[in-house]
């Protein structure tokens, strides 16, 4: 039985979806922020429940689902990074995301505070 279903999966395709960021929506143009403390005694939860990670790639959003995809690039450098929201956040004046520590340093260094940055959610196609 599972003979048969490997085999259908490889010849109907139906391996995971695979990932475009590639929509038709323009990407959204906003100000990225960082979050998460290394040195932090107790653990922090996320509003998804899940445990911070400062150097994780996991974001903050403030309606986007959770698990949602995210590719987000510095306007400024060209870096980009893909997060996974699982956190929420007030957005505040141009602030739409908000990035762990780790994630932010893959787009800018942390003393930049925050970054321009367009945000495209993920397509699963």
Same mark, same amino acid.
């Given at each position: 039985?599972?003979?048969?279903?490997?085999?259908? $999966?490889?010849?109907?395709?139906?391996?995971?979806?695979?990932?475009?960021?590639?929509?038709?929506?323009? +990407? #959204?143009?906003? =100000?990225?922020?960082?979050?998460?403390? +290394?040195?932090? /005694? /107790?653990?922090?939860? /996320?509003?998804?429940?899940?445990?911070? *990670? +400062?150097?994780?790639?996991?974001?903050?959003?403030?309606?986007?689902?959770?698990?949602?995809?995210?590719?987000? /690039?510095? #306007?400024?450098?060209?870096?980009?990074?893909?997060?996974? =929201?699982? *956190?929420?956040?007030?957005?505040?004046? *141009?602030?739409?995301?908000?990035?762990?520590?780790?994630?932010?340093? #893959?787009?800018? +260094?942390?003393?930049?505070?925050?970054?321009?940055? *367009? $945000?495209?959610?993920?397509?699963?196609?």
């Amino acid at each position: 039985m599972r003979a048969l279903f490997v085999a259908a $999966v490889l010849v109907l395709g139906l391996a995971a979806p695979a990932v475009a960021f590639a929509s038709e929506e323009p +990407p #959204k143009q906003c =100000v990225a922020t960082w979050y998460g403390n +290394p040195e932090a /005694t /107790t653990p922090v939860y /996320t509003a998804s429940g899940e445990v911070l *990670d +400062p150097a994780a790639m996991t974001a903050a959003h403030a309606s986007l689902p959770f698990d949602t995809l995210l590719k987000v /690039t510095n #306007k400024r450098t060209g870096l980009s990074v893909e997060v996974r =929201v699982n *956190d929420r956040f007030a957005a505040q004046g *141009d602030r739409c995301v908000n990035l762990t520590r780790g994630a932010f340093t #893959k787009i800018a +260094p942390l003393s930049m505070g925050v970054a321009p940055v *367009d $945000v495209t959610v993920a397509v699963l196609r």
